[in-house]
T-cell receptor, first 114, second 109 residues
Framework: GAVVSQHPSRVICKSGTSVKIECRSL??????MFWYRQFPKQSLMLMAT?????????EQGVEKDKFLINHASLTLSTLTVTSAHPEDSSFYIC??????????FGQGTRLTVV | GQNIDQPTEMTATEGAIVQINCTYQ??????LFWYQQHAGEAPTFLSY??LDGLEEKGRFSSFLSRSKGYSYLLLKELQMKDSASYLC??????????WGAGTKLIIKP
């Protein structure tokens, strides 16, 4: 089946630094990818929709200058958390649809800001 | 507004059957998804319904009634490894997924 690969799986960074998370569709092309954030014991919260070759669409309340999204190719989208703070610590997950009926998720990235 | 409701937590016995319900109110409907998520891991796809009726896939089945805004996930022959959160999501008219808060399923021996 289709595979979405997300890297890194875990990252610890210092406050004020930036972290880049990559999401790749390995065996299909994804014109659209989705970035989610998940706090412990809560459901997924859509942060933004990443569109290949154009600007991402951010959900209300998500700072586009803090969470930079780049979708430079049909198989790669990146999320950069800039000037990270401890409150940005969370589980970040990307997903993409292969066809119309099944969304595949990356493995997720556990970000800890110290 | 858009809303997905599912129970917060359910408990069942190994070998038994459990039904997890999901009701939704969304702006448009383009399919309903069920995902399984183990703690600390990303969700994995279980099922997709876009037409009314029952979709069966091994031990798991999913049912949809669009007129009632209702779906359920049925898990048979429960195994300990089925202990996880089960997420219901509806794709709305903008083709965005609206997620329920998830149902934590606890399987007891």
């Amino acid at each position: 089946g289709a595979v979405v690969s997300q890297h890194p799986s875990r990252v610890i960074c210092k406050s004020g630094t930036s972290v880049k998370i990559e999401c790749r569709s390995l065996d299909f092309q994804a014109t659209t990818m989705f970035w989610y954030r998940q706090f412990p014991k809560q459901s997924l919260m859509l942060m933004a929709t990443s569109n290949e070759g154009s600007k991402a669409t951010y959900e209300q309340g998500v700072e586009k200058d803090k969470f930079l999204i780049n979708h430079a190719s049909l198989t790669l989208s990146t999320l950069t958390v800039t000037s990270a703070h401890p409150e940005d610590s969370s589980f970040y997950i990307c997903s993409a649809f292969s066809g119309d009926t099944e969304a595949f998720f990356g493995q997720g990235t556990r970000l800890t800001v110290v | 507004g858009q809303n997905i409701d599912q129970p917060t937590e359910m408990t069942a016995t190994e070998g038994a059957i459990v039904q997890i319900n999901c009701t939704y109110q969304t702006s448009g409907f383009n399919g309903l998804f069920w995902y399984q998520q183990h703690a600390g891991e990303a969700p994995t796809f279980l099922s997709y319904n876009v037409l009314d009726g029952l979709e069966e896939k091994g031990r798991f089945s999913s049912f949809l009634s669009r007129s009632k805004g209702y779906s359920y996930l049925l898990l048979k022959e429960l195994q300990m490894k089925d202990s996880a959160s089960y997420l219901c999501a509806v794709r709305d008219s903008n083709y965005q997924l609206i997620w329920g808060a998830g149902t934590k399923l606890i399987i007891k021996p």
